[in-house]
């Protein structure tokens, strides 16, 4: 009975051992799922958190943001994601072998709970969890299986598979190392492209294992995050602390797209424009067979008048210019004929495949013929674009001048260029090329300088102390201290090879560091008899000096301007125009606003009379505001019928509310200075300023700029209208030489540190090669001049 006893006790003490380690264990394995779990939520969240865009929520299942903070995805199966989150991702190919961890041997994620904002998908009965059948949205495509030469042994996630010859990129979503999106195509031979960012550090188009095109700098690559195709139209590869290291710079095209092919990567407008390709302008694939020969022989240049040679003349004009309406499509051997006075000229696509303008038996301006193989038809569209087209209708050549609904395309003997209807011009070739006209009554006391370069110029930097705001480039000479000697003769080096003509130098009153350094410094350079300079008044210093009601402002006012007469106008280099010692007044449309009493043609008139000098005021007055958009409407601009200040400029148009994510100073300044611009500079003497970046101290958006970019937009607003400049020469004031602190400097940077831009030389050599180019035309430099005068006498 005792035994019996100790027995029962001793297989219950077992018993309870027993459960209690099952329990024990039990607990770990559930505390180890829902951590687990969590731990991925806290991803999902952080991810969220971190990476958000404005939007008050985000959907847990997007494809692109997930594993936004988990640079690959835990579980990879073949060439595509199917972890935890992608149960039903369409081109998910699902096996019934166990998943294979990536980058270590934990365990794989519980099946029996899947975090997603849609339901599970529903077991069958007879089928285990790794079997399910996954409902697709697309017909069953086998994803490529060949990875790429060189593209690692990782295997890459397809985000998106497609059978065809071509496949088009969704908007917004965000791509990560890895995700590449798969073509095939079984009637060109089972070929296979990938295209996306591999685990090589490779972006580009990948096809049957051979690269067809990558972006050069895969040192740069190697710190890529993320890639996104923006709602903008623009490709933009960005870090992980978001900052941008590489865009395809077509930016503010919405509802364009993003397409591949076998051949190529392009970014298509709305309107079938292309807006980017690379390769750029590639033959279609080929197929088999010989091709095709043309249906008639080449034929050599015809004469225009009479036309021979089979070309159709659409147009014949008898002058000097034809317009070419819009929306209308032409072929091969339709030209538009232009004669007068024994010249002759054709412009058009030409049996031989020349598309361009031919004048008098001379190719004028011809597109390569790599180009235009594949034509089929040309247009001028209404939104001002000329347009090339094979027999798909996909655009395979674009003069880029989109968005300009009214504009013409006109042909001279010389010239073919596109004008806005306030006779703005678009683009033009051959650029800025004419014949030699009669000067126009511009006043232009050189006429083998017709533009003049003014830099702005900030003499306030500190030898070794450069900490008082950030910057984001380094300089070429290093910290350096404006009031050396040594860096201010280097300074005016590099500006006369440059181009500029003038320093526009930081004014913050008499007792300022900057005043100091410029004394110290640049007065004392020896080349300072080589470059002229005057004052930018910083006028914010007029703050809490009174008010303009009761003159004690202007008091202020006269204190100040009599210092820089006294001590600096009588100077040799002293810039003066037409004889007048120049003053640059800074945001006169905030400072001296003439809402609150600044009286312009007065303050200005005893400013002139008491410092005894006939001040050539320029005022930085347009800008967004609605009466500073519009000089009609501007109180210092017109007063009484009568212009107040002798010209006007901008320092900088940059508001960051404006600024869209990715784009180029040059994009920036034309969509939202140029029209202001054209405003004032129709009515007023009116001098522009050109900025080639932008990345300030304050963390606002940045604008990115290089050397092709920075050129395209002198060119642009170099050609503004001029309008009673009454013997100014023509300014272009460039913003700037060394803010290093805005980053909208040109001076040198040192491309060898780890810097934003590393943008060298460019900026200058761009501004030097400009100046070369409007120089070798004289004073008829801007496509479409004309001998047309204003009802003043200027030329337009």
Same mark, same amino acid.
């Given at each position: 009975?005792?035994?019996? %006893? ?24 559930r ?26 929520t985000?959907?847990?299942?997007s494809?692109?943001?997930?594993f ?34 990536? &980058?270590?041997?934990?365990t794989?994620?519980?099946? #029996? ?15 285990s ?15 490529p ?50 295209f ?20 050069? $700098? ?19 590869? /960005?870090?992980?602390?978001?900052? %941008? ?30 807006? *980017? ?14 091709? =095709?020969?043309?249906?008639r022989? !080449? ?35 339709? %030209? ?12 058009? $696509? ?10 008098? &038996? ?6 390569? =013929? ?26 395979? *050549?674009?003069? @880029? ?15 073919? &260029? ?8 678009? *683009? ?7 014949? !030699? ?19 702005y ?18 300089p ?27 320093? %526009? ?6 007792d300022?560091l ?47 301007l ?11 280099s ?14 006169t /449309?905030?400072?001296m ?27 930085? @007055? ?17 007063? +009484? ?58 963390? #606002? ?35 700037? &030489? ?19 831009n590393? $943008? +060298? ?20 430099w801007c496509?479409?001049? =004309? ?10």
């Open positions: 009975m005792r035994i019996s %006893v100790a027995s029962r006790l001793l297989s219950c003490l077992l018993l309870f051992l027993s459960t209690s380690n099952y329990s024990v264990n039990a607990a770990k394995l505390r180890g799922s829902v951590q687990q779990n969590d731990e991925i939520m806290d991803d999902m969240s952080s991810t969220t958190a971190d990476e958000s865009d404005g939007s008050a985000r959907s847990l299942n494809d692109s943001e997930v936004a903070k988990r640079k690959t995805p835990p579980w990879t199966f073949g060439n595509s994601k199917c972890g935890l989150l992608r149960k039903q991702h369409p081109g998910c190919t699902r096996y019934a072998s166990p998943p294979t961890p990536i &980058f270590s041997s934990t794989p994620p519980p099946t #029996n709970k899947v975090v997603s904002s849609s339901p599970p998908p529903t077991e069958s009965p007879t089928q969890p790794t079997q399910l059948q996954i409902p697709l949205t697309m017909p069953p495509v086998t994803p299986t060949t990875a790429p030469t060189g593209l690692g042994d990782r295997p890459l996630n397809c985000v998106q598979t497609v059978n065809g010859s071509e496949l088009t990129i969704e908007h917004s979503a965000r791509f990560y190392k890895g995700d590449v999106h798969c073509l095939s195509s079984a009637a060109d031979g089972q070929e296979e492209a990938y996306g960012y591999t685990w090589t550090n490779q972006f580009g188009l990948f096809v049957n294992g051979q690269t067809v095109w990558e972006i050069p $700098y895969q040192q740069a690559l190697a710190s890529v995050f993320r890639w996104t195709f923006q709602g903008d139209g623009n490709v933009v590869m /960005r870090s992980e602390n978001d900052k %941008v290291l590489w865009m395809s710079g077509t930016c503010c095209y919405s509802g364009s797209q993003l397409k591949v092919s076998m051949e190529r990567v392009w970014i298509e407008s709305r309107t079938g424009s292309q807006l *980017w390709s690379e390769p750029f302008f590639v033959t279609p694939h080929p197929t088999p067979g010989p091709t =095709s020969p043309p249906t022989p !080449p034929t050599p240049p015809p004469t225009p008048s009479p036309i021979s040679y089979e070309l159709n003349c659409v147009q014949t004009i008898q002058g000097n210019e034809l317009t070419i309406p819009p929306e209308t499509e032409f072929h091969k051997g339709d %030209v538009h004929c232009l004669s007068s006075s024994g010249q002759e000229a054709y412009f058009g $696509y030409t049996w031989t495949n020349q598309f361009g303008l031919f004048s008098n &038996f001379e190719d004028v301006w011809t597109l390569p =013929s790599s180009v235009t193989t594949n034509f089929d038809r040309w247009s001028f569209q209404e939104d001002g674009n000329l347009v090339l087209r094979d027999a798909d209708g996909r655009s395979i *050549w674009t003069s @880029e001048s989109y968005g300009n609904f009214g504009s013409h395309l006109r042909v001279s003997f010389r010239q073919v &260029f596109i004008n806005r209807s306030t006779g703005y011009t678009l *683009w033009s070739q051959p650029p800025y090329l004419g014949p !030699p006209r009669p000067p126009p009554n511009d006043g232009y006391p050189d006429p083998n300088g017709t533009l003049q370069y003014y830099a110029y900030y003499p306030w930097y500190l030898r070794n102390n450069w900490g008082r705001h950030d910057y984001q480039d380094e070429l000479l290093g910290k350096y201290g404006t009031n050396e000697v040594a860096v201010a003769e280097q300074h005016i080096e590099w500006a006369l090879e440059t181009g500029i003509t003038s320093w %526009v130098v930081s004014y913050w009153g008499p300022h900057t005043m100091k350094h410029f004394k110290q410094g640049m007065l004392n350079a020896p080349s300072i008899d080589k470059i002229k300079f005057c004052m930018l008044y910083e006028s914010v210093i007029l703050d809490d000096r009174g008010s303009w009601r009761d003159g004690s402002k202007e008091e202020a006012l006269y204190r100040d009599k210092v820089i007469v006294d001590e600096f106008v009588d100077h040799p002293y810039l003066k125009i037409n004889g007048r010692p120049v003053i640059i007044w800074y945001i /449309r905030s400072r606003p003439f809402q609150e009493g600044f009286d312009g043609p007065s303050v200005l008139a005893n400013m002139r009379r008491r410092l005894g000098h006939d001040i050539y005021f320029i005022a930085d @007055e347009p800008f967004f505001n609605s009466y500073n958009k519009r000089p009609s409407v501007n109180g210092n601009a017109f007063q +009484g019928g009568k212009q107040v200040f002798d010209a006007y400029t901008t320092y900088n148009m940059y508001l960051d509310d404006r600024v869209r994510d990715g784009e180029t100073a040059t994009t920036y300044q034309l969509r939202e200075g140029m029209p202001i611009w054209q405003e004032w500079a129709e009515k007023v003497p009116m001098f522009p300023n050109v900025m080639p970046q932008y990345y300030d101290f304050r963390g #606002n958006k940045p604008l990115l700029g290089n050397g092709a970019d920075f050129m395209k937009q002198l060119r642009e607003v170099a050609c503004l209208p001029r309008t009673n400049f009454n013997g100014a020469p023509h300014i272009m004031f460039i913003t700037s &030489f060394n803010e290093w602190w805005e980053g909208t400097q040109i001076e040198p940077e040192d491309g060898s540190r780890d810097n934003w590393n $943008y +060298g030389f460019q900026f200058m050599e761009t501004l030097a090669a400009f100046k070369k180019e409007v120089d070798s035309r004289g004073t008829h496509p479409g001049d =004309s001998t047309a005068t204003t009802k003043n006498g200027n030329r337009n």
